[in-house]
């Protein structure tokens, strides 16, 4: 018991760590969004920066799950979260010459991305190196909410900066977190064994067909994942063009205000999640989760209305952690600690495809039915919002009768030694 609350402890310190990198990051993802959109008046433009900022990520994701399960997980951490400073450094150092350019925008944001790769595989199953199943839903209520921090804090506090000062300063803050997160994994490392030292030797290429055998050996995984990148590829469209909708009728304070009041409904959500936890019925929550964020979507796009717009938006976010809590334990319930990096890392570059698309199409989308219209950028990306968000409560309710998604509900729950730690963890 004592090993426990130890454990849990250490996970605490390092998901406040992750907590304060999700704001240095939002800020960066705000504060660069804002001044392209400025720049250019273009959602294409937007959509592109996104686009770098995620894409050379998930490409990586496979190949460093590998490595996640190969070496030591909370120095992978130290060096992604270290080193992906490196692209936010250089568009700071351009800046101070003078006006950024776009293709130095989006090369520190590749840059940047390339690294953080590195971290993703490694924190998910560190997670799990450091908390039994019965602590999954909770700790996942909890990084929930660190992920919602970029949207709840990051924008107000980012306008409030650019009213002060200009973007240069929320690049420093941001560089800033970075040192911070790397002293935080290097803490929760002292005092971690390493486990992997015995498959460092291990071919590459064969450690991450484990991870696939890992994948498709559970009836119903594979059809999750595939799932899983239909509903990203909807969520996507919502994530691109939701700012350049509100900027359409209000500017960027108000925006700023707008994406605050709006995550805070999965700051509410994922604060429950992380004192109660979800005990049972994992797939009614996912699909329930993922309609109700549907219709907040499309009514977020109907209206150019402040106060409105805030409601919806805040009905999307506040039903996410129901969903992502559930995803997040049927698939890390279903999967052996010592497969976990490779195995998240593939889930990853397939579920996150459905976002490459999103990023690629949304902004050339919505420009193209401005002009359609007529009515500008701004009713382009109402239009496709709206459409986006009808075929995610279509997917939702599908999804909600695929039997093979039940059966992994049925193993997690019936298999007690899933993912539970021993000491050596």
Request: aromatic fraction near 10%; proline fraction near 2%.
């Amino acid at each position: 018991m004592e090993k426990t609350k130890n454990n849990y402890g250490r996970f605490l310190m390092l998901w406040a760590g992750e907590f304060i990198s999700s704001i240095g990051g939002g800020l960066t993802s705000f504060g660069l969004g804002l001044y392209i959109f400025q720049k250019t008046g273009s959602a294409a433009d937007m959509a592109l920066l996104t686009f770098l900022g995620f894409v050379p990520c998930l490409l990586l994701t496979a190949p460093a799950g590998v490595l996640a399960d190969k070496y030591d997980r909370r120095l992978l951490m130290m060096i992604g979260d270290g080193l992906s400073g490196l692209g936010v450094l250089f568009i700071l150092i351009c800046m101070l010459q003078g006006e950024a350019q776009l293709w130095q925008i989006y090369l520190g944001t590749t840059v940047s991305s390339v690294f953080s790769a590195l971290l993703g595989p490694a924190y998910t199953a560190t997670i799990t190196d450091l908390l039994t199943k019965e602590q999954f839903s909770k700790a996942n209520g909890l990084v929930s909410m660190a992920g919602s921090a970029r949207y709840l804090f990051s924008p107000v506090i980012a306008g409030f900066l650019l009213a002060v000062s200009d973007i240069k300063l929320i690049l420093i803050i941001d560089i800033c977190t970075f040192f911070l997160t790397v002293i935080v994994a290097a803490v929760v490392r002292h005092g971690i064994k390493n486990n992997n030292e015995a498959r460092d030797k291990e071919p590459f290429f064969k450690s991450m067909k484990e991870g696939w055998a890992a994948v498709r050996s559970k009836k119903g995984m594979l059809t999750l994942i595939v799932v899983t990148s239909l509903i990203c590829l909807f969520m996507g469209f919502f994530q691109v063009l939701g700012e350049p909708f509100v900027l359409s009728f209000a500017d960027s304070k108000t925006l700023g205000v707008v994406e605050t009041v709006a995550a805070s409904g999965m700051l509410v959500t994922s604060i429950l999640l992380g004192i109660k936890g979800i005990k049972k019925h994992f797939v009614r929550a996912l699909w329930m989760g993922l309609a109700v964020s549907g219709i907040g979507m499309s009514l977020f796009g109907v209206f150019e209305n402040k106060i409105l717009v805030c409601i919806f938006g805040f009905v999307f976010f506040a039903a996410l952690p129901f969903a992502n809590n559930s995803l997040d334990f049927l698939v890390r319930a279903n999967i052996p600690d010592e497969l976990q990096g490779r195995a998240w890392g593939l889930i990853g570059l397939i579920s996150n495809l459905g976002y490459v698309a999103a990023y690629g199409l949304s902004g050339i989308t919505a420009d193209l039915v401005g002009n359609i219209t007529g009515k500008g950028v701004g009713t382009g990306s109402s239009i496709t919002i709206i459409f986006a968000g009808i075929c995610l409560v279509i997917v939702a309710v599908f999804m909600s009768g695929i039997k093979k998604i039940r059966v992994l509900e049925k193993s997690a729950l019936e298999n007690p030694a899933a993912g539970v730690k021993n000491d050596a963890a």
